[in-house]
């Protein structure tokens, strides 16, 4: 394998449940970093997260794919307006459906119940979407702010070919990064759906799955 990019997801991947990272797996991203290899994070939360340090980092994707960083420096942005946010939010408080508006890179929707997505779906405007993780958290976003896409503008910037790189994730936001890097690793305390149609499935969030897959995969071949 000739990996010249890592990405991992954060919660339920690169973190443990108590929402540490690990001594392995600091190891493990910093070692790749002296390696030559890129190493980014991509996540759902924002950009104004400090749950890990940003300096183990060659860059990030924030926001489900809002935002890119390479360094400090936003090299790819996707959000929408606040006129957009306001009609979501009436439209969705006609239905009894809780929105709450995230800055102006998405609307969340905290507790969403059966048959709320069908009239969510109806009433978006055509350059947003939504998705919906596995405890029923929705987020509506512009439908270029994915993580792939946001990914993808990284890669162009450090000249990586997605052929050469490996990504992780454990929820339903991680399919598309994990469909479009070269290689999608899906963690084994993975939502099913994840689980069932992986290419390649590591070690679970809390036996360092990350730094295992890393360490058998990469570092070999150094």
Not at 156 to 166: L, Q, S
Not at 180 to 196: F, K, Q, R, Y
Request: glycine letters at 6%.
């Amino acid at each position: 394998m000739n990996i010249k990019m890592i990405v991992t997801d954060l919660d339920g991947t690169l973190l443990r449940n108590d929402k540490t990272v690990s001594e392995r797996n600091k190891q493990a991203l910093l070692r790749c970093r002296n390696l030559g290899l890129k190493v980014a994070f991509a996540t759902a939360r924002s950009y104004r997260t400090k749950i890990v340090p940003q300096d183990w980092f060659d860059g990030y994707v924030c926001c489900n794919g809002a935002y890119a960083y390479a360094g400090t420096t936003l090299i790819y942005q996707r959000t929408f307006s606040n006129e957009t946010t306001r009609f979501i939010i009436d439209a969705c408080n006609q239905q009894g459906i809780i929105a709450e508006p995230r800055w102006d890179e998405e609307v969340c929707l905290p507790d969403m119940k059966p048959g709320d997505a069908e009239y969510i779906r109806l009433i978006l405007p055509t350059d947003l979407y939504l998705v919906i993780t596995e405890k029923n958290y929705g987020q509506i976003m512009h439908k270029e702010a994915t993580k792939s896409k946001a990914i993808e503008a990284l890669a162009r910037h450090w000249e990586v070919d997605k052929i050469n790189i490996a990504a992780f994730g454990d929820d339903l936001n991680d399919i598309d990064i994990l469909s479009w890097a070269g290689i999608g690793i899906v963690m084994g305390n993975a939502v099913d759906e994840l689980v069932i149609n992986a290419d390649e499935v590591c070690l679970s969030n809390e036996d360092d799955g990350v730094a295992m897959w890393i360490k058998e995969n990469v570092f070999s071949a150094f």
